[in-house]
């Protein structure tokens, strides 16, 4: 779709793209790889935005409704993949659509209403300005279906808030990295899809086997069980008991009291009202909570996840259930990542506690830690822009610092990429703080998930057992090993996005593992893989990520870590007086360069590398740019 | 031993569609909502979402307005079958089902519904979180009591 011009393209989905690049995440890569060029305005007509469907969503395979969102992100101007459940994936596949590529921009704010073969740019004036919900419903009944499935922004995202999300089927989020923001620069409101028609696998009767036996393992896991029963914020309180809870700007890493932010809450204290399950998945981990009392009864949505809940809740250290379920309100029908704008706030909170920030600057509202009226009246403000706070934290919490100044950035809990950092206290857990150092979009666990590290179930020890030699190093205190499980973590991570899967049931339950996967695949299309194979084509993917940063000028210096988290030690708890020290992220990151082949003074795949993924093409590019490493 | 019932416990139903997609992929090889014999209805906004399917009624509207009787309750299993080589694609069928459970299939233009598949039904097999069980028929309404009662010592199951 050129928005510029209006017009639309349709072309046919290669066997070679399959092979080498899966689907979804990777072929989502290769698209921008060669769509765009470096140095260009992430709010700009160059900015590319795709939507690329899971290769295997849209059948039984569990778990696997999963959608990739590929651009240039909006907070740290490198490559963003973000990733959405629900249903609307599955249904541009039955539309029979694999991926949307949006160029340009819009002149007037427009929807794209996708009615099984027939794709049409309408005019979307009406729906500007409105929120999420709002969008869905009026545009359900514009087009005469609730069945459609609807992506969508809301105000923050039209206001070009830097980590505005897109919204799949009002729940869902491609929450992190400013998608929304894109997608609003470019005045796409929202996507519309109708698809009634069949998908088919190449060998039905394999595939249904492998999907069987998929499906009762998934069934038997503790943790799928506990997702569903808890959701993902079931885990909060272990969380807070092993000091790892981000409290406060990240300044503690345990609170007293956390059961009113826990998933054990919302179903004990009567919250959650129901569980719900992305398309094809057999876990269903995400709630739709409502309060029913107190000052903001009526007020439903979907969630709380851990990461709300963390970021919201425990690092603004408002804990207070109906408060937080009311911000995770506004940000879901604003269009707000949670994670950014619960990070971003803390910030101001420290701010205000330090005289960085005056009453004079907030219209007198004290910006107190622990307050529920500063938290949800800072909400709204980010989403519009509004005042001069409002407009700042909009920024993000990198842009913001750099605009206050004042040693600001010293409590700013984003690294030099600039995305604010998800809720995971990386002082204590060493894999997860390489995997957050290296992650291109910036420091979350939405790139390698390395779960196995806290050897929290017999699975995720059997693999780092696997991976080590040494079952003990499955504990998240070591650095040693920490870039091989990171790395395993990464490729698993790659496949399973490629094709449609969740990484709860690949990198938190490991019941989808890239044997199954790779069979998954094959017998779906055709095109024969081991899991070897799969693993590099994963790498494959993950790689040509890199090279997208490595195009835009990134290196090894981007690879870090937050101010604090570097420079000050966790103030309590188990893993009282660990940092992520440069001296130590350094060995990790030495290791991890090294076992990927690329140079490790910048950072970047070597050529050598690059030919033997067959990215030859990518290292010429890179070569004639001057951007890859002398050899 | 006794006769075997599907029963729906909607509290538990995520809205995830494994048991559409079991369906239309047992009956027809493929993945389609169109070729399935039960389907989901979902209120998006709202998180709401419950199977349709038929509910082999005792007197079945659809066997009594069948003008060429294509259409009987099997006295051994209880199920209610189209003998699809009598259907003559009339839809009087598909109208007259208050639950909306029969469906007209696309390319052979005939009415089709679920025949809870030889007594293994795919959409329980697919089912985790168990909204579809297919029961004993004496057990629905003991379904219900145990988790009213299980309430009382406030315990949420599965």
């Not at chain 2, 909306?100 to 007594?119: F, M, Q, T």
């Not at chain 2, 004993?136 to 309430?151: D, F, G, L, Y």
Request: proline residues 4%.
């Amino acid at each position: 779709m050129d928005l510029t011009r209006q017009k639309i393209h349709t072309k046919p989905l290669t066997d070679d793209l399959r092979g080498e690049f899966l689907g979804s995440r990777g072929v989502n890569a290769k698209l921008i790889w060669d769509l765009m060029r470096p140095d260009t305005d992430c709010f700009g007509p160059d900015n590319v935005l795709i939507f690329g469907a899971g290769t295997l969503t849209g059948t039984n395979a569990p778990c696997s409704g999963r959608t990739t969102v590929t651009c240039k992100g909006a907070e740290t101007n490198l490559y963003l993949k973000g990733s959405m459940g629900g249903h609307w994936g599955a249904e541009l596949k039955f539309a029979g659509y694999d991926h949307l590529v949006f160029l340009g921009v819009s002149q007037k704010p427009v929807c794209l209403w996708i009615d099984n073969e027939r794709v049409e740019i309408r005019d979307a004036t009406n729906l500007w300005g409105k929120n999420v919900e709002e969008t869905d419903k009026v545009l359900k009944e514009e087009l005469g279906d609730e069945d459609i499935k609807i992506a969508c922004i809301g105000p923050a995202g039209e206001n070009l808030v830097r980590f505005a999300m897109i919204m799949s089927c009002v729940h869902h989020a491609a929450g992190r990295g400013g998608a929304g923001a894109v997608m609003g620069s470019k005045r796409l409101k929202a996507i519309a899809v109708r698809g009634e028609g069949d998908i088919r696998v190449k060998e039905p009767e394999r595939f249904g086997l492998v999907v069987g036996a998929v499906r009762e393992a998934l069934a038997a896991d503790n943790t799928a069980k506990s997702m569903y029963v808890y959701g993902t914020s079931g885990g909060l309180a272990f969380t807070n008991s092993l000091g790892r809870l981000p409290c406060y700007n990240f300044r503690l890493g345990q609170l007293e009291n956390v059961y009113p932010i826990t998933g054990q809450c919302l179903v004990e204290q009567r919250y959650l009202k129901r569980r719900i399950g992305c398309f094809g998945c057999t876990i269903s981990c995400h709630r739709y909570s409502m309060v029913e009392s107190g000052p903001y009864s009526g007020t439903g949505c979907g969630g709380p996840e851990y990461e709300s809940f963390a970021s919201l809740g425990a690092d603004t250290g408002v804990i207070d259930t109906q408060a937080v379920i009311k911000a995770n309100q506004l940000c879901n029908d604003f269009g707000l990542d949670t994670i950014s704008t619960g990070s971003v706030i803390a910030w101001a909170m420290e701010c205000f506690e330090k005289g960085v920030i005056a009453k004079t600057d907030t219209r007198g509202l004290e910006l107190n830690f622990g307050s529920a009226e500063a938290l949800l009246t800072m909400v709204p403000l980010i989403a519009r822009r509004a005042d001069s706070i409002g407009n700042l934290l909009a920024e993000g919490v990198k842009r913001a610092a750099e605009k206050l100044g004042k040693d600001s950035r010293k409590w700013a809990i984003c690294n030099s990429k600039g995305l604010e950092q998800s809720m995971v206290e990386t002082r204590c857990s060493k894999g997860y703080a390489l995997a957050f150092a290296v992650n291109p979009r910036g420091p979350d666990h939405l790139h390698a998930c390395p779960w196995a590290e806290r050897g929290s179930s017999t699975e995720a020890i059997a693999l780092v057992e696997k991976l080590t030699g040494n079952r003990k190093c499955a504990s998240p205190y070591l650095t040693e090993y920490r870039p091989e499980i990171v790395r395993w973590h990464e490729d698993c991570y790659a496949v399973t996005d490629s094709l449609g899967f969740c990484m709860i049931a690949s990198l938190t339950s490991y019941s989808i593992n890239p044997k199954n996967m790779a069979k998954m695949f094959s017998f779906a299309t055709g095109h024969p893989m081991d899991d070897s194979e799969i693993m590099l084509a994963g790498r494959r993917i993950l790689t040509l990520e890199k090279c997208f940063n490595v195009r835009e000028g990134a290196d090894r210096k981007l690879d870090d870590l937050p101010w604090r988290l570097m420079n000050e030690p966790a103030p309590t708890g188990p893993g009282k007086g660990l940092v992520n020290s440069k001296e130590e992220l350094d060995k990790m990151l030495d290791k991890y360069y090294l076992l990927h082949g690329w140079d490790q003074r910048s950072g970047t795949p070597t050529r050598e590398t690059l030919g033997m993924l067959g990215l030859k093409d990518v290292a010429d590019e890179l070569r004639k740019l001057g951007k890859l490493p002398a050899h | 031993m006794g006769r075997r019932v599907l029963a729906i416990d909607t509290n538990r139903c995520t809205g995830c569609k494994a048991c559409v997609m079991a369906c239309s992929f047992a009956k027809e090889k493929v993945f389609s909502e169109a070729k399935a014999r039960l389907w989901i209805v979902r209120a998006e906004r709202q998180g709401i979402a419950t199977p349709v399917l038929c509910e082999q009624c005792e007197s079945p509207p659809c066997e009594l307005v069948c003008p060429v009787r294509a259409i009987s309750k099997n006295p051994m299993n209880g199920v209610v079958e189209i003998d699809s080589n009598r259907c003559i694609g009339c839809k009087e069928c598909f109208w007259i089902c208050p639950f909306g459970a029969v469906s007209i299939d696309v390319e052979k233009r005939i009415a089709v519904k679920c025949d809870l598949c030889d007594g293994s039904p795919e959409c329980v097999k697919a089912c985790v979180p168990r909204a579809l069980q297919y029961v004993n028929a004496v057990r629905p309404a003991s379904i219900r009591m145990e988790k009213q009662s299980m309430k009382r010592f406030d315990v949420v199951r599965r």
